[in-house]
Nanobody
């Protein structure tokens, strides 16, 4: 199992911005597809954004499209989730995950971070 570490969560007012970071020291992330997920209290975990292993394709949940961006910095071996125009309903624990096989956009996510709390206040 590979360690995955998220950071950057916190408390922000509605309309504000946050950038989450995800590091996976045991992986060369440029070889792996990755995703950001979130889980709000009483709700199931849902995918927020994904990036293909090549970095050429991204996917966003409808609820965040146009506001969130998933970005990858290969030199820093880090994936980011830039969150703008935050809404109250974005409050959740955010998780980063790495697919279990290099050069695959379909392998299951096998390595997960511990999560970082994002709280949006009015």
């Amino acid at each position: 199992q590979v360690q995955v570490v998220e950071s950057g969560g916190g408390l922000v007012q509605a309309g504000g911005s946050l950038r989450l970071s995800c590091a996976a020291p045991g992986r060369t992330i440029s070889d792996y597809a990755m995703g950001w997920f979130r889980q709000a209290p009483g709700k199931e975990r849902e995918v927020v954004a994904r990036i293909s292993w090549s970095g050429s394709t991204t996917y966003y949940a409808e609820s965040v499209k146009g506001r969130f961006s998933i970005l990858r910095d290969n030199a820093k071996n880090t994936v980011y989730l830039q969150m703008n125009s935050l809404k109250l309903e974005d409050t959740a624990v955010y998780y980063c995950a790495v697919r279990g096989r290099a050069y695959s956009d379909y392998a299951p996510y096998v390595d997960w971070g511990q999560g970082t709390q994002v709280t949006v206040s009015s």
